[in-house]
Nanobody, 116 residues
Framework: QVQFVESGGGLVEVGGSLRLSCAVSGLTFIRHNMGWYRRAPGQAREFLARIHRNGGNPYYERPIKGRFTISRDNTKNTVYLQMNDLRPEDTAVYYC?????????WGQGTQVTVSS
């Protein structure tokens, strides 16, 4: 059974930083590109970033480019999202999953709230 367990969210002021982690189990981690996603209140879940299975070729969607950094540790089956210069519009529940995502295997996510 595939599991994604996200952590590291919280309440932060505008301009602050957070580092999210996602522990992955139930699949061969090194065989999968990984992604981060988020769902803001009242909106659909959106894709944010991906990282190749070998840790290279990071890709970022425009809203987070230059502020967020995706990374992974294949020895720990964990993917990270370093978030800097946070803005109120970054308030959302953040999820990790493979890219493309394993439908039906979404974790509970981790809440990030940016106060102005």
């Amino acid at each position: 059974q595939v599991q994604f367990v996200e952590s590291g969210g919280g309440l932060v002021e505008v301009g602050g930083s957070l580092r999210l982690s996602c522990a992955v189990s139930g699949l061969t981690f090194i065989r999968h590109n990984m992604g981060w996603y988020r769902r803001a209140p009242g909106q659909a879940r959106e894709f944010l970033a991906r990282i190749h299975r070998n840790g290279g070729n990071p890709y970022y969607e425009r809203p987070i480019k230059g502020r967020f950094t995706i990374s992974r540790d294949n020895t720990k089956n964990t993917v990270y999202l370093q978030m800097n210069d946070l803005r109120p519009e970054d308030t959302a529940v953040y999820y990790c999953n493979t890219d493309p995502p394993q439908q039906g295997a979404w974790g509970q996510g981790t809440q990030v709230t940016v106060s102005s």
